[in-house]
């Protein structure tokens, strides 16, 4: 059964780990991230884009998946479905389908709107027993071909959004999403630092995980970081894996070309790149 981010999160700033949040695409993703949970025995969050929402066919269609993977699979470690950077709109809809968290990303608005939304997203989801993330200072990334530098997240607007009741808080701390540039300055570790004296214990969460070097993310996870979002690592993997098979002509090879045989070293690469991640976190065996 889906269990919401909250206690799971809790636990992981007390125990000073992280849980790791992965974004799914397709049924490969998914599988293979929840397998590799259940063999690490380590908590998992399942993050879903809204782009990869619709890509999926729609919010009813990845709860009834993940739902019934949980059941055929005996996934028997704690698991939330949560939205990654969900519009208003989009969190009333996820809501609705049955996700256990989401996350209401306000911080392109003035900070009073964002107040306000993240207020009323706040009563909605915790009517439902659903964990609530928001977001402070935007999380740059590749757009258009264009990497923008991470923003640092003002801790005071940190504080009003955190006293708002939300279970977990993405600031921005000189993180983007997607492939680093080689002259990244690194995380704001003096932005952390004065955020989480203002937050508390308020779980943080730090985004663009890929490719953050694992001395930098152990010294955000005991600065009060508790969830790391992973994308972009697994997407290369997968790509990578399928490439080698498909170079080798393996898919030419009997009935190598069987999606189940061509897609197979893909989710092999995933299930590295999440273990990997679950090691550096301290994931491992904190789901009993
Ligand atoms: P990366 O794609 O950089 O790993 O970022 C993932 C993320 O933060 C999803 O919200």
């Not at 293979?32 to 066919?57: D, F, H, Q």
């Amino acid at each position: 059964m889906l269990v919401s981010a909250t206690d799971m999160l809790k636990k992981a700033k007390a125990g000073h780990y992280a849980v790791g949040h992965f974004n799914i695409n397709n049924l490969e993703w998914t599988k293979s991230i929840l397998l590799t949970a259940k063999e690490l025995r380590s908590p998992v969050i399942l993050g879903v884009s809204e782009g990869a929402g619709k890509y999926m066919g729609g919010y009813h269609v990845v709860t009834g998946m993940v739902n019934a993977l949980l059941k055929d699979l005996d996934i028997d470690v704690p698991v939330a479905l949560h939205l990654d950077h969900g519009t208003y709109e989009g969190c009333y809809k996820c809501i609705e389908a049955g996700f256990s968290s989401i996350m209401f990303d306000g911080s392109h608005y003035p900070i009073d709107e964002n107040i306000a939304k993240t207020r009323e997203l706040v009563k909605a989801a915790h009517s439902r027993g659903l964990s609530i993330e928001a977001e402070v200072g935007a999380i740059g990334g590749e757009e258009d071909g264009v990497v923008a530098a991470g923003e640092c997240a003002d801790p005071a607007e940190c504080k009003l959004i955190g006293d708002l009741g939300v279970d977990f808080l993405a600031a921005g701390i000189g993180n983007i999403h997607g492939k680093y540039p080689a002259n990244w300055a690194g995380l704001s570790f003096e932005t952390l630092e004065n955020i989480q004296k203002l937050t508390g214990d308020l779980p943080l969460v730090l985004h663009g995980g890929t490719g953050i070097p694992a001395d930098q993310v152990r010294k955000a996870i005991t600065l009060g970081v508790s969830k790391v979002n992973v994308n972009t690592e697994c997407q290369i993997a997968f790509a990578e894996a399928v490439r080698k098979y498909i170079e080798e002509g393996k898919d030419l090879e009997g009935k190598g070309f069987d999606p189940r045989k061509l897609l197979a070293p893909g989710c092999e690469g995933i299930k590295a790149t999440v273990r990997l991640k679950m090691e550096m976190f301290g994931s491992i065996g904190k789901a009993d």
